[in-house]
Every structure is written in structure tokens, then in C-alpha cells.
């Protein structure tokens, strides 16, 4: 069993910057691959970045690539999400995810089995 707690959310300005992190429970953590998700109000939840165990591989959602960077802490147990140059659109509510398979690195979300409860991001224009 592994337990997800994202933080770092807020309420930005356009333009501005945000890193979300999220907090593993599991010693398992550097094992799998994490994700992170969002969903803004009346729409799916879409893949914003993707990284592997070893944080070799990284994969990123157009709409954010040159803007986000995702890493992790294996030592820390800790997945971040660094966002920069945030946009309107970018308003969501930010979930991480641990995939549920070791060696998987996907955008699918059935292909995670873990969630975090998630956190809010409000961009303003």
C-alpha cells in the first residue's frame, strides 16, 4: 500500500511560478514510476508529466512541455512538479500517482494504482 499527499498548490499570478511535491509512504517508492494528473472544473483529468524509477526518462503533456519539470527524491521518498510561466489554463487540481506496475512509465492513468487526494492551482490573469 502506498499513501500520496501532494502540497504546494495556491493561487498565482500569470506568469508565475509553482512547485508542487508529493510525499510518499511506501520504502518502495524508488521502484516506480510516478505521474502527474490534473483536472480542471467540468473536464477530464489529462496527464501533465510522467517520470521513470530511476529519473532517466521523463515525458511531458504538450500543453506544458518548456514550462514543467518533473523530478524526484528517491532518498526523500518525494516526487516534485516545477511550474513555471503558469497560464490561465493551467488552473486544476494537481494529482500525483504511482504506477502500478514496476518498469511501466505511461500516460494512461489506468496504468497507476496509487493517487494522492490532490491540490488546488488557481492561475489569474
Known amino acids: 500500500q502506498v499513501q500520496l499527499v501532494e502540497s504546494g498548490g495556491g493561487l498565482v499570478q500569470a506568469g508565475g511560478s509553482l512547485r508542487l511535491s508529493c510525499a510518499a509512504s511506501s520504502r518502495a517508492f524508488s521502484v516506480y514510476s510516478m505521474g502527474w494528473f490534473r483536472q480542471a472544473p467540468g473536464k477530464e483529468r489529462e496527464f501533465v508529466a510522467a517520470?521513470?524509477?530511476?529519473?532517466?526518462?521523463?515525458d511531458y503533456a504538450d500543453s506544458v512541455k518548456g514550462r514543467f519539470t518533473i523530478s524526484r527524491d528517491n532518498s526523500k521518498n518525494t516526487l516534485y512538479l516545477q511550474m513555471n510561466s503558469l497560464k490561465p489554463e493551467d488552473t486544476a487540481v494537481y494529482y500525483c500517482?504511482?504506477?502500478?506496475?514496476?518498469?511501466?512509465?505511461?500516460?494512461?492513468?489506468?496504468?497507476?494504482?496509487?493517487w494522492g487526494q490532490g491540490t488546488q492551482v488557481t492561475v489569474s490573469s
Open positions: 517520470i521513470s524509477w530511476s529519473g532517466d526518462s521523463t
Open positions: 500517482a504511482s504506477a502500478a506496475r514496476a518498469g511501466v512509465t505511461s500516460r494512461r492513468q489506468n496504468e497507476y494504482g496509487y
